[in-house]
């Protein structure tokens, strides 16, 4: 990795719009928003950076002196991980056991330390529910002068990351033409911080939120039925037009065929927006929809093969063929 502090700002964002050209029509267009073009491979490269910066500007993450701690399921950690090491702070962080070993392995690498709860894939975040959160709060409360908790689920900097980053860029590269903006939801801040900057340019953008089924297997993505939603979502929960719940199989499906229509290896909540966007389409005469495609599928190898979503050999093929990889610093687990 050959990112340094001095240009690391410049690295984050500007991600490509792409056009899904074998879904796409004369009337309707499909694009999705790359979001694994980010320097860490994810969506969460923007939330984790602002959350930085803005802790050290208010004078709270101070180098030499303060680590890094956050409860994760994947991208998060990565994207602070990676982004400490680059500004040089350490970083420990709190996963569920179900996070992809893969996630894990990149997570070590990148070197953060790793405390593992044996809570859901995605944590709950209502008061007293979650083992991730309450775990990470209860090292850093005694060591106050040392730990900095960016806490993704109420801080207003992972909803301005998207407010002043993610929402300008669509703008500009639909030439404000877009019409639909579609976006999982776990925090809250891509969607809210996307679609508030979206709305003020265009009162008439439709924004869907993609919710998980219970009981997921989408990384990134919760079910609001059996997790509260995060303090950082409610304040902005108005600018939702339109809910859609995604199951594990027709998210698994669209994996498998954006990658044999699009060559898109893609991760499985970019899997579940893919198949939301399809829903809104079947009833539009014409439309511009954009899609968050949160990160690739490189680290969800185990979890593909298990699920049957690819054989080894196909993983294998789709991995040779994707042009979602390509240009993308990422550290492999391998």
Known sequence: MTTTDSNIDHKIGNTPL?????????SIKFYAKLEFCNPFGSVKDRAAYWMIKDAEKRGILKKAKSAIIEPTSGNTGIALAGIA????YKVELVVPEKASEETKAILRKLGATLHE????LCPRVGAGTDQSIALAKAIAKPRPDIYYMPNQYENEANFLAHYESTGPEIWNQTRGKVTHFIAGCGTGGTITGTATYLKEQNKDVKIIAVQAQKNHLLQGLRNFEESAMPDLFKRRV???????????KESFDTVEMLSRKEKLLVGPSSGSVMSSMIKVAERLEKGVLVGIFADDGRKFKSLYLQQGVFT?????????NSKSLSGIEIISPH
Do not use: M, P
């Not at 090491?85 to 040089?88: F, K, N, T, Y």
């Not at 709860?117 to 859901?120: A, E, G, N, R, W």
């Open 238 to 248: 108005g600018v939702v037009d339109e809910w859609i719940t995604a199951t594990n």
């Open 18 to 26: 792409a056009e899904l050209s074998s879904f796409s029509t004369n």
């Open 312 to 320: 080894e050999g196909e993983y294998v093929k789709a991995l040779e």
């Open 85 to 88: 090491r680059v500004l040089g």
């Open 117 to 120: 709860t044996s809570d859901d």
